[in-house]
């Protein structure tokens, strides 16, 4: 069997979740003997076998950037000649897989990564533009053969959203981790040239900055931590310059009260991720919309403790017996931050000041206590190794694929 699979990110253009997903699902199907796994991607001309790249139309340069997005999805859906399915990942791609479904008669399976009504807030960034990928979006799950959802509180959010859509196409497939790249790596030389003393505690967040991260949220929270523990932001690709601003004026508050306060806005190469998550006493998670979170896997595989907000997939993930919020396994790997959310779509709080409260209390419990952090790190570990394989995930993903062929 052939399949297709049509992603907006793709190395080395990465920037979210979704891409991280992308690449390491096609490693494993392409290491699979019973497939002939094709990449279409958006952006430059990339130098491996089997992946086809391509650019903006030229045409559409001054245009809005959902319609630049459907010029990209009119060149793929035509790239996609001879494929036995294909499979697309986030609205970017959703039309080139409906298209190419159509024009080449073969089904189209969608994975859910996010879900466009679950993020208005993104009017603000599209304009416009944000009705079309709506549409783009209703239009692809609602004709699409099979949907995958990457996990179960997404798989209720997509029958939420689009009721049209036949629960029985809704499968949920789990996000992986590869736990041999990602793992514990001790550099602290690599990790003082970033900046951080490794030498002393530290909560480090890892993520785009953009009202789903709950960035803002958790640059008050910690202003509530022990003086001695550092913060570290890997922060970048600003949404809006509005949320910019406001996590610039954060951060300077922060740096004004306190020392230890680490901004890096580049996006780093995954040994610096990983050596500064090794070095982490905490990994937090503030996000208010989070479908699974691949970067509490990733936390997860080198041994750091997790501290998130019990939403969307995270509790999936997280195992927390402590606040019985977290998924069921054999020790705990985190914990959890409970949240009470507008149904709006926005997921914002209801009540802010308890949330930042709550999650400032629970990061200051775990970054104080060592041998805690050290326990609920090596747990994570294991649980992302037994459960969170990618070849797992891929032999699910290609009986959802045999279901439909």
Known sequence: MRVDVLSKEYPPEIYGGAGVHVAELVRALRARDDLT?????FGAPRAEEGTASYADLAELSAA???????????????????????HSHTWYANMAGHLASLLHGVPHVVTAHSLEPMRPWKAEQLGGGYAVSS????????????VIAVSAAMRDDVLRSYPAVDPARVHTVHNGIDTELWSPVHDADRVRALGVDPDRPSVVFVGRITRQKGLPLFLRAVA????????????GAPDTPEIEAEVVALVDGLRATRQGVVWIRDMLPRADV???????????????????????????ACETAVVATATGGIPEVVVDPHTGLGADGPAATG???????????????LDPERY??????TLTEVVT??????????AGRQRAIDSFSWAAIAERTVEVYRSVS
């Not at 796994?37 to 991607?41: I, L, N, Q």
């Not at 959902?66 to 001879?82: F, N, P, R, S």
């Not at 930042?356 to 209390?361: L, P, T, Y």
Request: proline share 5%.
């Open 274 to 300: 990983v050596a500064l998550l090794t070095a982490a006493t905490v990994f937090a998670c503030p996000s208010i919309y989070e479908p699974l979170g691949i970067v509490n896997l990733e936390a997860m």
């Open 224 to 235: 509530e931590l022990p003086d001695d523990v550092q913060v570290v932001l890997c922060a």
């Open 37 to 41: 796994t094709r990449v279409h991607a």
């Open 135 to 146: 549409w783009v979006e209703r239009t692809a799950y609602e004709a699409a053969a099979a």
């Open 356 to 361: 930042v409260a709550d999650f400032a209390r």
């Open 64 to 86: 809005n950037g959902a319609l630049k997005t459907l010029g990209v999805d009119l060149a793929i859906a035509d790239g996609c000649a001879g494929t036995d399915l294909v």
């Open 335 to 349: 914990r959890l931050v409970p949240i009470e959310q507008a149904t709006d779509g926005t997921g914002t709080p």
């Open 369 to 378: 206590d060592p041998a805690l952090a050290e326990s609920l790190g090596r």
